[in-house]
């Protein structure tokens, strides 16, 4: 029998003898005795765990506390009260240790990423092991339903990865030979040979399951507010027990000690902090779980509460708000066709290695022929020229089409302007920039919805194009051409702004930007998978590279920020107004037992709702 | 030095928060977290007496609920 079972077998058994007595007219002799084995039953493990703490010097502990009201309650003559309180109690803390254990459980099954074992080759032989056991380079296979055990490089196969567990993300990615992949996801359809790069303890599901295990080391204000709170409660409930049982029947004509005994006993009932002990903790615990279901870390509760405060939002612009890759966005021929101008400039461009050359490369889709390029010359500086299919290309900036003498123009854009000719006339120009990301306007509207006050994007990149990026996105200030010293300072003056309460968030793909990462009251780290520097660096790392989580982090901390605020008002409220009422002789035992322990159930299952993320969220 | 260690049976939040108290107040402790949700103790200490100090911490959990043992 478990000992869940048992314990609710013992309890049954002492309610059926606290019946017994109750329904049945006994002499007072056998009805004492009767009562007394219902105690005895009840709550003889509180006893014993009672005394055992008194012999270690554990005054004011919950066992002690509701022996003494109990037994208290006996010697006023309150038999039936006596052991119903009790019977109260125990079912309270079963109902208690039943919610904590769910909690928990589901707090598990939400860290459930950890792959049990590797298949690894050794001596041309297929082995099963704990991954701890593999080391770097290793070969392992992983095949379809299974989890990925280790960091690797794929070697053979391709198939499609689930990465839900780290990223929150529910489009599986494609994975081909000499993709890097992450242990942690699964393998949905095909058979990968994987070369182990990391080693179990370093890979990233380990480090993101040390993270949020030890996230809740870091204590928000309200925890460490309630943990100073129930060290002064307890004394101070028990004292004004004590006064409240001697002083009045001394004092006050009339009072009788049974009377005022009783009233005080009702204190030492409610005397427990424990509603707000579990329940505050397991509300911030909540909140990040849940947020690391969405593939959002956050590294501490101070920094879950530190969010729901956010005024300001700063953003780095390249591979935060913009993909940081570079791409051709606009093709506009003059006299040829968008095709040509994109062929001619490819093939002259072709045996550059700058960015510019690459991304028109794979815009150009097909196979470059270098059998049609001939005299290739780079102008440092300008560009290039090249003959192609025997026609002179010029490719290049606006100061190369000055000196061949080439009459250009171009509208208002942001990147980088490619201008061509062929053969001495003007063909068009194409322009290459960096890509905004799906979802940077909508973050930032989200953002503006959840209440930010101001949005703020430092660059390092030209003024033209952080602006015009800033201006797509909607965003209040833009901060361009800073260098990463700058980027400090002009952090630095938006904190000088910002109200005292208020805090300032800033996000950063984790390059280059730890030192404002730190600065910032809340460092924010975009796209952290697989980059330990960001995972170091940063409070809060976003697994994908979504801007818009930031919104649904905050989301999360105000929601938790709510749960933890209902539950200090609502168990605080519930005890005062049964200690008020007790000391006016008003509430009896039973009442005092429901704010101890029903309190607390109550305030668990509140918090169990933080650990729900559901649609609207993401 | 840092490590972590499984509490088995730590059945009450207030007892763990006692725990926390009473060992941080121990010589050599740099750090220290009793994590009532995940059941467990994180301790930062000084590596010369590392070893007495998880003895008087086996005491101090021991005496605030004697049900609870650490899982070396």
């Not at chain 1, 939400?110 to 001596?123: E, F, G, Q, S, T």
């Not at chain 1, 968008?338 to 889709?365: C, G, M, R, V, W």
Request: hydrophobic share 45%.
């Amino acid at each position: 029998m478990s000992k869940a079972k048992k314990e609710i077998f013992r309890i049954g058994a002492g309610t059926l003898v606290l019946i017994i007595a109750v329904a049945v007219s006994f002499p007072s002799y056998l009805n004492l005795a009767f009562f007394l084995a219902a105690y005895f039953i009840i709550g003889g493990d509180v006893l014993w765990r009672a005394i055992r703490n008194i012999l270690h010097g554990q005054v004011f502990d919950e066992n002690f506390l509701m022996s003494i009201a109990t037994i208290g309650a006996f010697f006023v003559g309150e038999y039936p009260e006596a052991v119903s309180v009790m019977l109260f109690y125990q079912v309270g803390e079963m109902f208690q240790d039943y919610a904590v254990n769910r909690s928990r459980k589901s707090i598990s099954s939400l860290m459930d990423i950890r792959p049990d074992y590797a298949n690894v080759k050794r001596n041309g032989e297929l082995v099963t092991v704990d991954p701890e056991e593999v080391a770097i380079n290793e070969i392992i296979v992983v095949k379809a339903g299974e989890k990925i055990p280790l960091d690797g490089k794929v070697i053979e196969g391709h198939s499609l990865v689930d990465t839900s567990a780290l990223t929150g993300e529910s489009v599986p990615r494609e994975i081909n030979v000499s993709s890097e992949v992450l242990s942690g996801c699964i393998n949905l359809n095909g058979l990968l040979t994987i070369q182990v790069a990391k080693e179990f303890g370093e890979s990233t599901v380990s480090k993101i399951l040390d993270l949020v295990e030890n996230a809740s080391n870091k204590k928000a204000k309200r925890e460490n507010f309630i943990t100073r709170f129930a060290r002064y409660y307890t004394p101070v409930v028990v004292i004004v027990a004590v006064i409240l049982a001697v002083v009045p029947p001394l004092l006050v004509p009339g009072a009788t000690f049974s009377d005022w005994i009783y009233r005080a006993l009702t204190f030492l009932v409610v005397s427990c902090p424990c509603a707000l002990v579990i329940s505050i903790p397991l509300g911030f615990f909540g909140g990040i779980g849940g947020a690391s279901k969405l593939g959002i870390l956050i590294k501490g509760g101070n920094y879950l509460e530190a969010l729901a405060a956010t005024e300001l939002v700063v953003f780095d612009k390249t591979g935060t708000l913009t993909k940081g890759t570079f791409k051709v966005t606009e093709i506009n021929p003059v006299g040829i066709s968008d095709t040509e101008l994109l062929e001619l400039t490819a093939h002259a461009e072709s045996y550059s290695n700058h960015p510019i050359s690459q991304s028109l490369k794979n815009a150009f889709e097909s196979e470059i022929d270098n059998s049609r390029i001939t005299d290739v010359e780079e102008i440092p500086g300008h560009g290039v020229k090249a003959v192609v299919d025997g026609k002179t290309v010029y490719a290049g900036n606006s100061k190369l089409m000055e000196k061949v003498g080439a009459v250009y123009s171009h509208n208002k854009t942001v990147g980088t302007v490619v201008h061509v000719t062929v053969n001495g006339v003007y063909a068009g120009y194409i322009v290459i920039s960096d890509e905004i990301k799906e979802d940077s306007v909508s973050a930032i509207a989200k953002l503006k919805a959840c209440g930010i006050h101001k949005t703020v994007m430092l660059t390092g990149d030209a003024k033209d194009v952080g602006e015009a990026v800033a201006e797509t996105l909607g965003l209040d200030e833009v901060y361009t051409e800073l260098l990463p010293v700058d980027k400090v300072e002009k952090v630095e003056k938006l904190l000088a702004e910002k109200s005292p309460k208020g805090n300032l968030a800033f996000a950063g793909d984790g390059i280059n930007d730890a030192p404002v990462l730190s600065r910032a009251d809340i460092g924010i780290a975009m796209g952290g998978l697989g980059s330990d520097a960001a995972i170091e660096a940063a409070d809060v790392v976003i697994m994908n590279d979504e801007p818009s989580k930031i919104a649904t982090a905050i989301a999360i901390s105000k929601k938790t920020l709510r749960i933890v605020n209902q539950n200090i008002v609502f168990a605080l409220g519930v005890k005062a107004i049964v200690l008020a009422m007790g000391a006016f002789g008003i509430s009896n035992l039973w009442e005092a037992v429901f704010a101890d322990v029903g309190v607390s159930v109550i305030a668990i299952l509140n918090s169990a709702r933080a650990l729900r993320v559901d649609n609207t969220f993401k | 030095m840092k490590k972590n260690y499984r509490l088995n049976d730590l059945g009450c939040a207030n007892c763990a928060s006692k725990m926390e108290r009473e060992i941080s107040k121990l010589e050599g402790i740099n750090s220290v977290t009793v994590n009532f949700m995940m059941q467990k103790l994180t301790i930062d200490a000084v590596d010369e007496s590392f070893d007495d100090i998880m003895t008087s911490v086996q005491k101090i959990i021991k005496k605030i609920e004697p049900d609870c043992t650490i899982k070396m």
